[in-house]
């Protein structure tokens, strides 16, 4: 039951660089999510995505880049990564219907931007 | 717009004794409710969720939340701390009817042996 999983775990990258988190699920959820942790703002939404190849911005999109060619995979991309985007990146996915807005939370990505 | 709010940064309570951590709710409608924990080096992982019905909603590890409509509150509880409920754990509300989620800004719960 591998569930949700986010590689890297960690990564260091440079102001610049462009870098790509990775999410993949096995449950064909509908929707999936990409949240940003940060310390004293809680979780904020970057992206999300209903269905493949639909896909809308959250609370904070600005800088990230989001695709959804298949169901089971959500890749977030930093198209130049910023010092602002150190951050601990969490994937998450839901099933439509009663159990909406339960969501289940990959272990994270911490990326710090050096 | 949905919003919820956590009080209380960091909590600290006496192993064996009650636990209490607080959110409070701003929703148009009737509100759906959520808390979720997290543990060290984790992702979120859900609790509970009040819906409609009962006031007092049961979940997983024992935990149990009091919808108070008047005071606009959905606190978290358990009768008695264990040193592994140590965690920070997070409110939420839905956006308008859909599959989004606002989270409030977390507590961070320590269970003192």
């Known amino acids: 039951d591998a569930g949700i999983t986010q590689s890297p775990r960690y990564k260091i990258t440079e102001t610049g660089r462009q870098v790509t988190l990775m999410c993949h699920q096995t449950?064909?959820?509908?929707?999936m999510f990409w949240y940003r942790q940060d310390l004293g703002h809680g979780l904020r939404l970057i992206y999300y995505?209903?269905?493949?190849?639909?896909?809308d911005k959250g609370e904070v999109p600005d800088g990230y880049v989001v695709s959804r060619s298949k169901t089971e995979n959500f890749p977030l991309t930093l198209e130049s990564a910023t010092r602002s985007q150190t951050s601990v990146y969490f994937c998450a996915s839901s099933d439509a219907g009663f159990s909406k807005n339960i969501q289940y939370f990959g272990a994270g990505t911490r990326l710090s931007v050096l | 717009a949905q919003s919820v709010a956590q009080p209380e940064d960091q909590v600290n309570v006496a192993e064996g004794n009650p636990l209490t951590v607080k959110c409070t709710y701003s929703v148009s409608g009737n509100p759906y409710l959520f808390w979720y924990v997290q543990y060290p080096n984790r992702g979120l992982q859900f609790l509970l969720k009040y819906i409609t019905g009962d006031n007092l909603v049961k979940g997983s590890y024992g935990f149990e939340a009091e919808f108070n409509k008047s005071q606009t509150s959905f606190h978290l509880k358990k009768p008695s701390a264990l040193v592994s409920d140590s965690a920070l754990y997070f409110c939420a509300v839905p956006y308008f009817g859909n599959e989004k989620l606002t989270f409030g800004t977390g507590t961070r719960l320590t269970i003192i042996p």
């Open positions: 995505s209903a269905a493949a190849d639909i896909t």
């Open positions: 449950w064909s959820h509908s929707y």
